[in-house]
């Protein structure tokens, strides 16, 4: 559920959960709190995060590298690469040791997604070379696509972009993760519309998007979408652009989501002679 984007689905479930451990007198599991953490994640509650992290290591539940992997993500969206870098590379060992070799790629293919949200695109793109993907195991790895799709983007590659875009999209609709994948990449597709002369057809189809998002309450997607619609609209010439972002510098700020409002910061800097 948390996947499919229905956020309020899912804190039903995750308090039946409760209700089932308390009722056989038993404290919840691992996963329960896993999944509680990456559900605090997708709403932007790193503090929520936090308190996920310090009980699966505290009562020692046993599930250290789900905790690696939710830790490294918000150390991303925190803007704090060199710990993110550390903490998939601890990922990424830990699995290859209990040979865990698919596992292990997923968490390779973060630490080349990495390259690019640090400023170095076509080292992220070189890493994904050097680290393909089995076709074998294509069905069961499903983030390379929608990286590629932000690395390209910073290279201008815009008909690689519109080709791992539409790729990250169709893996999503047929795993049935159809819900922050689509919207994420939908960015990138956005974002070249608009470059392309289209932007009132990317305009509106963003903020629908952004409503989507909204309802269910999925911030952190949101965020990605206020950020899209709010280049787009100021490149366009729309005052409510700058607004835009502003708002979502100052409240991905006070979320921590300081990746996010450094990139709304950068935006807003731009200016028709920078094109």
């Given at each position: 559920?948390?996947?499919?984007?229905?956020i309020?689905?899912?804190?039903?479930?995750?308090?039946?959960?409760?209700?089932?451990?308390?009722?056989?007198?038993?404290?919840?599991?691992?996963?329960?709190?896993?999944?509680?953490?990456?559900?605090?994640?997708?709403?932007?509650?790193?503090?929520?995060?936090?308190?996920?992290l310090?009980?699966?290591?505290t009562?020692?539940?046993?599930?250290?590298?789900?905790?690696?992997?939710?830790?490294?993500?918000?150390?991303?969206?925190?803007?704090?690469?060199?710990?993110?870098?550390a903490?998939?590379?601890r990922?990424?060992?830990?699995?290859k040791?209990?040979?865990?070799?698919?596992?292990?790629l997923?968490?390779?293919?973060?630490?080349?997604?990495?390259?690019?949200?640090?400023?170095?695109?076509?080292?992220?793109?070189?890493?994904?070379?050097?680290n393909?993907?089995?076709?074998?195991?294509?069905?069961?790895?499903s983030?390379?696509?929608l990286?590629?799709?932000s690395?390209?983007?910073?290279?201008?590659?815009?008909q690689?972009?519109?080709?791992?875009?539409r790729?990250?999209?169709?893996?999503?609709?047929?795993?049935?993760?159809?819900?922050?994948?689509?919207?994420?990449?939908?960015?990138?597709?956005m974002?070249v519309?608009?470059?392309?002369?289209?932007?009132?057809?990317?305009?509106a189809?963003?903020?629908?998007?952004?409503?989507?998002?909204?309802?269910?309450k999925?911030?952190?997607?949101?965020?990605?979408?206020?950020?899209?619609?709010?280049?787009?609209?100021?490149?366009?010439?729309?005052?409510?652009?700058?607004t835009?972002l502003?708002?979502?510098?100052?409240?991905?700020?006070?979320k921590?989501?300081?990746?996010?409002?450094?990139?709304?910061?950068?935006?807003?800097?731009?200016?028709?002679?920078?094109?």
């Amino acid at each position: 559920m948390v996947k499919l984007g229905e956020i309020d689905l899912a804190e039903i479930k995750l308090r039946e959960a409760s209700w089932e451990y308390e009722a056989i007198g038993q404290p919840a599991n691992a996963f329960f709190t896993l999944t509680k953490g990456w559900l605090s994640f997708e709403r932007a509650d790193l503090e929520g995060v936090r308190n996920a992290l310090h009980l699966m290591r505290t009562e020692q539940l046993g599930i250290e590298e789900g905790a690696l992997d939710l830790e490294a993500t918000a150390f991303v969206e925190q803007g704090r690469f060199s710990e993110a870098r550390a903490t998939y590379e601890r990922l990424v060992t830990s699995r290859k040791t209990r040979s865990v070799l698919l596992d292990a790629l997923d968490a390779q293919l973060d630490l080349c997604a990495l390259s690019c949200r640090e400023g170095h695109p076509l080292e992220g793109l070189d890493c994904f070379g050097k680290n393909p993907v089995p076709p074998e195991m294509e069905v069961y790895v499903s983030s390379k696509n929608l990286y590629l799709t932000s690395c390209l983007y910073e290279t201008r590659d815009f008909q690689g972009v519109e080709k791992a875009a539409r790729a990250a999209q169709a893996e999503a609709q047929d795993r049935g993760w159809t819900f922050a994948r689509r919207l994420v990449a939908n960015t990138y597709l956005m974002r070249v519309g608009a470059a392309r002369a289209q932007p009132d057809r990317a305009i509106a189809t963003l903020r629908t998007d952004l409503a989507e998002a909204e309802a269910k309450k999925m911030k952190r997607v949101a965020f990605e979408v206020a950020l899209a619609l709010g280049e787009v609209e100021l490149r366009a010439g729309r005052p409510e652009g700058r607004t835009r972002l502003r708002k979502l510098e100052q409240e991905a700020r006070s979320k921590e989501f300081f990746r996010i409002a450094n990139l709304a910061r950068g935006a807003l800097d731009w200016t028709p002679t920078a094109q």
